[in-house]
């Protein structure tokens, strides 16, 4: 979109009154569109999602609003994509790739295996580990997982809740989860890590044809240790992005004919043509498809929707089914929840700080795990650590008392709850458990009052060599926070790192909720 609407705004195409259009264009995941839309953060004259599905829910939900539908007329697609699986190349080769078909059974079958990558003739690879973006806030998370449920059933079409709940769904998402060992809000950023971390990390993730090239391309991947796209055989979602014009107040009848436009110039033959240049296969099926989409930058042009089966959007009631499924057989995590309480916070920062951390805490699962620090010029424990079913509501009370007093023990603190996220993971795995461990830590300042020194911190951190590790999630709260430090945290864990104010502090904490 970015590569095109330039070009369209320096031609000064006009309505049929004589305005001169010119297109804005903001990038958000397909998750975070209506949230933002129905809170009135955003009012756009035109939305193009990943898939028709989440018009769909949209459409369903702003009629049980407002009465009617958000979008009318058809939403044409522009381009599309596919979503399947990004592998290392020798890994997608040993399956393989790209002359045996490989589908979501192959996947879920290595997973199971207790021998690992011995099995493909790779002892060395040892355990299959897999990596997928929240189907909750992500379109690749959520047509990933789904294309999950149409393979295991061996249909492509009219799934319902009903099918999704069955048994055979069930085993085939708890092989998956158990060796799922990082969720992620974005592939993109899910996929840098892979890249960064190297093979040894994560074997391979969900994500979308164009996903995969970008990755390779941005990252200075190159064979034989680069991604590849494996589309799977039984049927996969051809990411179709459809462009639709609201019916919603604040669109004027004039922004629609400016917004039909605009279209006609994206289905024209050279924004068509540029979409191949950004890997992307254009809805114009006279413009053949050419280099960077090729076999040798990692995806296989020959599939296609003539040989791979479309897979049917579904309804709402089925999206949530599939949701349900997800965190019913998701892997339980155990989290150290950290927040800066000093002085500094007083006002809207410990307000907002207190509202998210509240969100945190109820986005979690039953069976997860949690404990609550504060700090200041000490360290407290904010109430009962334990099982969320059974320790939520204590604490949640406990955290809306929390008050903003003394110095910042920054380095004391992390440490601290580095310590007991490690031994609650040894007990952990002790008794057998699979789990994903994290530490969301928010801070708004820099440290004044620890007994540890910088080095002696990153002394102390998980060195982030494996995907099992502690992982930390870090909020920049404000102007004054160490952002830098901070950064450096989440990197070296393969947590990630965040911005907040008291105006996005919900936000920010809801969308850690999905990486855990």
């Known amino acids: 979109m970015h ?23 903001e990038q958000l995941s397909s998750g975070d569109f209506y949230p933002l839309l129905e809170a009135g953060e955003i009012e756009p004259t035109a939305w193009s999602p990943g ?43 040993a399956m393989g790739w790209p002359a045996t078909p490989i589908g979501w059974s192959d996947i879920i079958d290595l997973a199971a295996d207790p021998e690992g990558w011995a099995s493909y003739g790779h002892p060395e690879w ?43 769904v069930v085993k085939a998402f708890e092989g998956i989860e158990a060796n799922t060992y990082h969720y992620g809000v974005s592939t993109r950023s899910l996929f840098t890590k892979m890249a960064n971390r190297g093979p040894s990390y994560l074997h391979a993730g969900t994500n979308s044809e164009i996903g995969i090239m970008a990755t390779n391309f941005y990252n200075d991947l190159e064979p034989p240790w680069e991604f590849v796209f494996i589309i799977p055989a039984d049927g996969t979602f051809w990411s179709e992005n459809p462009y639709c014009i609201l019916q919603a107040d604040w ?61 049917e959007s579904v309804s709402g009631q089925t999206t949530d089914a599939i949701e349900q499924i997800f965190l019913q057989t998701k892997k339980p995590a155990t989290v150290v929840i950290l927040v800066d309480t000093s002085g ?7 307000d907002g700080a207190r509202q998210g951390m509240i969100t945190l805490i109820n986005s979690l699962q039953p069976d997860d795990r949690v404990a609550v620090y504060s700090f200041e ?7 009962p650590a334990g099982r969320v079913g059974d320790v939520a509501q204590t604490l949640t009370d406990n955290v809306g008392q929390l008050k903003a007093r003394g110095d910042t023990r920054l380095h004391d603190a992390v440490c601290q709850a580095v ?50 590790g502690v992982k930390i999630f870090t909020i920049a709260y404000g102007d004054g926070a160490d952002e830098e430090l901070l950064e450096r945290i989440a990197v070296q864990t393969n947590g990630r790192f965040y911005t907040g104010d008291p105006e996005n502090i919900e936000e920010v904490y809801r969308n850690i909720s999905f990486e855990q």
């Open 344 to 350: 500094s916070m007083a006002g809207n920062k410990i």
């Open 51 to 93: 898939t028709i599905a989440w018009i769909n829910e949209a459409n369903v939900a702003w009629q049980e609003k407002h009465g009617q539908p958000l979008t009318s007329g058809e939403c044409p697609e522009v381009v599309y994509t596919a979503i399947g699986i990004g592998m290392w190349r020798p890994m997608a080769e």
């Open 419 to 468: 310590e007991q996220a490690n031994n609650l993971q040894t007990a952990g795995e002790t008794a057998s458990e699979k789990r994903l461990y994290g530490i969301v830590l928010l801070s708004d300042g820099q440290d004044t009052a620890s007994q540890l020194s910088e080095p002696q911190l990153f002394d102390c951190l998980p060195t982030g060599e494996t995907a099992e």
């Open 377 to 383: 010029s000490s360290i407290n424990e904010v109430g």
């Open 3 to 25: 590569e095109v609407t330039g070009p369209f705004n320096e031609a000064q195409h006009q309505t049929a009154s004589g305005k001169t259009i010119v297109v804005s264009v």
């Open 251 to 311: 669109v004027s009848e004039e922004e629609r004919e400016a917004a039909g436009i605009y279209l006609d110039y994206l289905l024209g033959s050279e924004a068509q043509n540029t979409a191949v240049d950004e890997w992307l296969r254009p809805a114009d099926e006279s413009i053949p498809l050419r280099q960077p989409l090729s076999l040798e930058n990692g995806t296989d042009t020959s599939k296609n929707p003539d040989n791979v089966p479309p897979l």
């Open 126 to 168: 040892g355990q299959f580990k897999f990596g997928h973006t929240h189907p909750g806030s992500s379109n690749t998370g959520f047509l990933a997982m789904t294309s999950l449920v149409y393979n295991t059933l061996g249909i492509t079409e009219g799934l319902t809740p009903e099918l999704v709940l069955s048994d055979e």
